[in-house]
């Protein structure tokens, strides 16, 4: 009974063995993820479009409830930026930004996305996440990175632009440039350079002043903070708001609040689409994330417990103030890297964070927007890959085209489009793959009881016996291929009797299939061509049994397919001899 209740709720699983040492490693995790995550958080909401509070709101009880519910140890839950940059493009087609609209909208995404979330998990649909294929995903989020960076740039210079493509953004940017503040400017670009300092020079640099490696790795980790708060400090004190110089304002202090998401009909229905979306990119990433830091210390991800964990934080950033959240990758592999041993590590960072919005919001009010923006750019910056073009236009067209044309829509169409077209495209080339499965010529090599393509090896063949090696199941989208194939070798007047299918690799045959097998037996026999099979695995001939096909076939059924060439290989003539 505990064993079955633990499959549900993890916490009681690894919280049975949960002592001192662990403690202390995730409490430093903790403190490590809660300095990163504080102006990250604040950072993600403005991308979001809500107020800096959210992003913190959104970072609390998400946190709690996966710890609860999901299973990796080192997944660090909340607000990201491809999730919050999907948020604002869902929300801002249906309300206003800036409105009690706009924030009950975000509220109604993240209470759909974990409901969805909730429902495959409990139907024990992990699998979902193998629609998007890696090339397409990792497509979609350079892509997500280079929007997203330039949608920052506003903040950086100080003027106003808008849009929701990079053509869109970059024109409007162009358009205001006259605009720009220079006080704005300089804090922009001077947290940037900063920020991208600290990510790669810090923490060496301090190593070889004589620190050791977890105190330099804090202490660089604590770079964003140091930003922010020497930028509000030089704000504050020379007076740049009333320079033009925009600042996050009043952010709330206390505990994240009670809401309750808007379940208008008409509401819900144009959030839906745009949920399920973000569901399934979220999963995503978080379950590669969590799958790869769960590797390295040969611990096993549930990915069906995963969609449970997931889904129950964000249907608690629902009800706590917060929007869409998911498995970020640069926080979890941080407390994954600080040593975190539980999810309790994450309730550490939760709390820290609760703390954090009841003593420390007030200090935020002169924090510049420019720093926020700096932040934003430096983390997406990361994420961007273009080298996934040069990989795959190396090893598949297929997949080249599919990244390139996810990344084109993306970038000149938006989020929406672009992971549209992703899953599209993900699920079509793999009907494409499908549709034409690998079937190969094999002949016999000399000497042993082996067949291979005759394209590859130097191998013996009979000119009246055809062998064709099957190298998929066979389903309805591939069966006619296969027809086709055997139907054009077999021509008026080629000296073909006999043709062999070997289905080694054949795990399955369905209705469809079977049909078109036995159409492709009747067209055979009507030429005087017999069909054959060998090897065909024992569930499948199970079904073959029960069928016409293996009663009507014009040929045998064999073992193995040397037992076919044995059998076969003669000449008819000399059959009939015989």
Same mark, same amino acid.
């Not at 403690?23 to 490590?32: E, G, K, P, R, S």
């Not at 299973?71 to 660090?76: D, F, G, Y």
């Not at 975000?106 to 974990?114: D, P, R, V």
């Given at each position: ?13 690894? =919280? ?193 002043? =004589? ?37 996050? =304002? ?69 009800? /706590? =103030?917060?929007?869409?959240? /998911? ?47 700096? /932040? ?33 829509? /993306? ?168």
């Amino acid at each position: 009974m505990f064993d079955r209740l633990a499959r549900y709720l993890p916490v009681l699983d690894w =919280g049975r063995h949960y002592d001192r040492n662990a403690f202390a490693n995730d409490m430093v995790a903790a403190v490590i993820v809660t300095i990163m995550l504080v102006p990250q958080s604040l950072a993600y909401a403005l991308l979001a479009g809500l107020p800096a509070e959210a992003g913190i709101y959104a970072s609390i009880a998400p946190i709690v409830l996966y710890a609860i519910f999901g299973t990796s140890r080192a997944l660090a839950v909340g607000p990201v930026a491809v999730v919050s940059l999907m948020t604002a493009s869902a929300v801002g087609q249906v309300a206003q930004t800036g409105t009690a609209g706009y924030a009950a909208a975000a509220l109604t995404l993240a209470f759909l996305s974990g409901a969805f979330l909730l429902v495959l998990g409990i139907m024990r649909m992990g699998w979902v996440a193998n629609f998007l294929s890696h090339p397409v995903i990792a497509g979609f989020i350079t892509a997500s990175g280079i929007l997203i960076a330039t949608s920052q740039l506003k903040h950086i210079l100080g003027i106003s632009a808008s849009g929701h493509n990079l053509i869109e953004m970059v024109g409007s940017l162009l358009e205001h440039l006259n605009q720009v503040n220079l006080p704005t400017l300089v804090i922009g670009v001077a947290a940037t350079a900063f920020l991208f300092w600290v990510r790669k020079g810090l923490k060496p640099l301090l190593i070889e002043a =004589g620190l050791g490696p977890r105190m330099a790795d804090i202490i660089a980790k604590a770079g964003p903070v140091a930003a922010v708060a020497v930028t509000t400090l030089v704000t504050w004190a020379l007076g740049l708001k009333d320079a033009g110089v925009k600042i996050v =304002g009043e952010v709330p202090q206390g505990l994240p609040p009670l809401t309750m998401p808007d379940f208008a009909p008409d509401l819900v229905a144009q959030l839906a689409l745009p949920a399920v979306l973000i569901s399934i990119i979220g999963f995503v990433e978080s379950i590669s994330v969590a799958q790869t830091l769960a590797a390295k210390k040969r611990q096993r991800i549930d990915p069906d417990q995963e969609l449970i964990g997931l889904g129950a934080a964000n249907i608690g950033a629902a009800f /706590t =103030g917060g929007y869409p959240v /998911t498995g970020g990758f640069a926080r979890s592999v941080v407390n994954f890297d600080a040593g975190a041993e539980t999810p309790a590590a994450g309730a550490f960072t939760a709390m820290g964070l609760l703390l954090a919005s009841l003593f420390l919001t007030p200090l935020l009010y002169f924090l510049p927007k420019a720093t926020l923006a700096a /932040t934003i750019i430096v983390a997406v910056l990361s994420l961007v890959d273009l080298s996934i073009l040069r990989k795959t236009w190396g090893y598949s067209r297929a997949d080249f085209l599919a990244v390139a044309a996810t990344i084109l829509v /993306t970038l000149g169409a938006g989020v929406e489009a672009g992971v549209a077209s992703g899953v599209l495209l993900s699920i079509g080339l793999h009907l494409y793959k499908s549709a034409r499965p690998h079937v190969a010529e094999v002949g016999l090599v000399p000497g042993t009881q082996h067949f291979r393509n005759v394209q590859r090896h130097r191998v013996e063949t009979r000119p009246h016996l055809l062998t064709l090696r099957v190298d998929e199941s066979l389903f309805f989208v591939n069966a006619r291929f296969l027809e086709d194939m055997v139907l054009e070798r077999v021509t008026e007047g080629c000296p073909i009797t006999d043709v062999v299918l070997m289905m080694s690799a054949v795990n399955e045959v369905d209705y469809s299939a079977l049909e078109t097998l036995e159409e492709l037996n009747r067209r055979l026999r009507d030429m005087g061509v017999r069909l054959h099979l060998s090897e065909v695995k024992g569930p499948v001939m199970d079904r073959l049994e029960r069928s016409h096909l293996i009663r009507d076939l014009s040929g045998q059924v064999f073992l193995s397919q040397y037992d076919a060439w044995r059998e076969l290989s003669d000449t008819p003539k000399h059959r009939a001899a015989e």
